[in-house]
């Protein structure tokens, strides 16, 4: 999963634009949460996660972190933290994570090949996708 809009490229309605005329539809579904979607969160809540010794978001250095950054503009946030939150996919396979190796990682790259439903066109911070 990506998530779109950085900055100036951040996804805007043009005057009139209505992305339901798209087919586009973001709300509460009046079906629910499928079981499948249901299982899958639970599942992910349920493993044990990897934390990492060496942490920013370690308990005895969490609030030097948010003191740290609060002050500071979107791209230092994203510069120090995001990898934190996120890590390089490519990073971990040399890691070891071999499972990972099929992978590739962007950084802030146009999505060219997509068909927006409104402009601009798709611009992530970070996304992942396969070689």
Known sequence: MAVCGARSSRPRCAKGTNPRGKGCYMGESKQGITVASECCCRALLDSPQYIPKDSLFRDDLFKATCEKV?????????????????????????????????????VNEGWDNTIPIIKPQPQADYSVGFK
């Open 70 to 106: 609060r002050p500071r503009n979107e791209a230092t946030v994203v510069q120090d933290i995001a990898r934190l939150i996120v890590p390089s996919a490519e990073n971990l396979a040399i890691y070891g994570d071999a499972h990972l190796n099929h992978l590739v990682g962007s």
